[in-house]
């Protein structure tokens, strides 16, 4: 069972590049999201899903495009890459849904990373 | 002030030393409440959930105060694995069942 899956692990760009992380769980979990994360900083939310073809912006969206065609499997988009962006990306996912008062639905599952250098 | 606070550290503690981390949050409508690990350049980890009458896991106990707004990670007999970053994580009112992540408290624990 391999939880979340980030591809790729690391990755170089130039300024003005583009470049699609791919975020995928076989957990079957209904919501799904992107964070970053930057020294001093924690973690902070870039975007995250409710469920197939729902997106929503979170702290940190300006700069990131996101989708969720299939439920499995959540892509983070950067048009053109600034220095700025660097950074460590982490994809999670969580059960979500209807359950009422259950702290089991709101635990985040990470996956291992992607470190971004944009130069 | 920020929505979840803590103190970075680090702590240098002996093997089998106990330590406390603190951790206070800003919303007082906060519905859930977590401690994660961090190991250096991995994913965050739940450690464990927090329960409003306090639970433990093992050499972890974990507190609520929801009236100081504050959650506690005790951590007895230390062992040398624990050394780690423990991140303090809230979950507020809004949608989409959002986590607001502390920076994180660095603990070393030494021979």
């Known amino acids: 069972n391999a939880g979340v899956t980030q591809t790729p692990k690391f990755r170089v760009l130039k300024t003005g590049q583009s470049m699609t992380l791919l975020c995928a769980q076989d957990?079957?979990?209904?919501?799904m999201y992107w964070y970053r994360q930057d020294p001093g900083m924690g973690l902070r939310l870039i975007h995250y899903?409710?469920?197939?073809?729902?997106?929503a912006k979170g702290e940190v969206p300006d700069g990131y495009n996101v989708s969720r065609l299939k439920k499995q499997n959540f892509l983070l988009g950067l048009e053109s890459a600034a220095p700025s962006q660097t950074s460590v990306y982490f994809c999670?996912?969580?059960?979500?849904?209807?359950?009422?008062?259950?702290?089991?639905?709101?635990?985040?599952?990470f996956g291992a990373g992607t470190r971004l250098s944009v130069l | 002030r920020k929505e979840v606070e803590q103190d970075p550290g680090p702590f240098n503690v002996p093997e089998g030393a106990t330590v406390a981390f603190n951790c206070t949050y800003s919303n007082s409508a906060s519905q859930s409440f977590f401690w994660y690990r961090q190991d250096c350049r991995k994913e965050p980890k739940l450690l464990m959930s927090v329960y409003s009458s306090g639970n433990e896991d093992g050499r972890f106990t974990a507190q609520l105060n929801r009236a100081s707004q504050y959650i506690s990670l005790l951590i007895r007999d230390s062992k040398l694995s624990d050394s780690a970053t423990y991140l303090c994580?809230?979950?507020?009112?809004?949608?989409?069942?959002?986590?607001?992540f502390g920076t994180g408290t660095q603990l070393k624990v030494e021979l």
């Open positions: 999670a996912s969580s059960r979500g849904g209807a359950v009422r008062n259950s702290l089991a639905k709101n635990i985040q599952y």
């Open positions: 957990m079957n979990h209904e919501y």
């Open positions: 899903s409710v469920g197939e073809g729902t997106t």
């Open positions: 994580v809230v979950k507020g009112t809004g949608g989409g069942n959002k986590l607001t």
